[in-house]
């Protein structure tokens, strides 16, 4: 039953059905509560200026997107934790470069450049498959969640059934002997959503990486919300998931 409550819940015309039926059951609430703030509202303070209507926020909890909450959480540690002189991310959530731009100096990359402005970051246009650094000379190097997506054109990219593993072995290139990789992707049974991304299994990220050796392995499961990250997890585990977020810490060999 979680299994297929998982497969609908990530269904684009299942999501969309149940948005819009969601929607329609929550609309007259709106109104009622838009007429009874009219009556309420005492002075003029603020201009009308039309309807907005947030229908879907009245949660017992606040929601979160499990992946892209802990996988962000995880590597900042890491960097704290390593203190390079300066990071490089590769296509990124970009809210991971700007949190960690607060303690070390970050350079992001990406495709489409972030059009951001903080101390300490600086956002340059990259292309994945042709990165801007010699062989062998980034201390440290993030890639999250940005992978699986290549080749695929789904952010304006050629199509290209490998272009996965180019873009591996030109994060593989650029980072020097003893340097860390921080690379997370989605985990389950291998197969491409076209043109959204490819899933891949615990094997397969490894085989990605021939060059690297793991440090750490972590996982945000399926049951998530039963487990939050859990560090250090198993290749057995792994194997079990569907759509699980697979965190792997590299050190380039």
Not at 4 to 18: A, D, E, N, Q
Not at 94 to 119: C, G, K
Not at 242 to 252: N, S, V
């Amino acid at each position: 039953m979680k299994k297929i409550k998982m497969y609908l819940g990530r269904s684009f015309w299942f999501r969309s059905f149940y948005f819009l039926l969601v929607w329609l059951y929550r609309y007259p609430g709106f109104i009622k509560d838009y007429l009874n703030f009219k009556k309420l509202s005492k002075t003029k303070r603020f201009k009308h200026a039309g309807l907005f209507p947030c229908l879907f926020d009245k949660t017992s909890t606040t929601h979160f997107d499990p992946h892209y909450t802990y996988h962000p959480a995880w590597a900042a540690r890491i960097i704290a934790k390593i203190k390079p002189e300066k990071h490089i991310d590769i296509s990124s959530i970009i809210h991971f470069s700007t949190l960690v731009s607060a303690f070390v100096p970050v350079e992001f990359y990406d495709y489409r450049p972030a059009e951001v402005m903080l101390p300490n970051l600086a956002c340059k246009k990259g292309d994945l498959l042709d990165l801007p650094f010699s062989d062998g000379s980034v201390e440290s190097l993030s890639c999250m969640h940005t992978i699986e997506h290549v080749g695929l054109g789904r952010y304006g990219d050629v199509i290209d059934p490998e272009g996965d593993i180019k873009a591996a072995k030109e994060l593989s290139r650029v980072v020097k002997t003893g340097g860390t990789f921080i690379y997370v992707a989605p985990i389950g049974h291998p197969r491409i959503e076209f043109n959204a991304h490819r899933v891949y299994s615990y094997k397969q990220v490894l085989e990605l990486f021939p060059e690297m050796d793991l440090k750490e392995f972590s996982l945000v499961p399926d049951n998530f919300k039963e487990t939050g990250l859990i560090k250090n997890a198993s290749e057995e585990l792994a194997n079990l998931q569907t759509w699980a977020c697979g965190c792997f810490w590299f050190i380039k060999k």
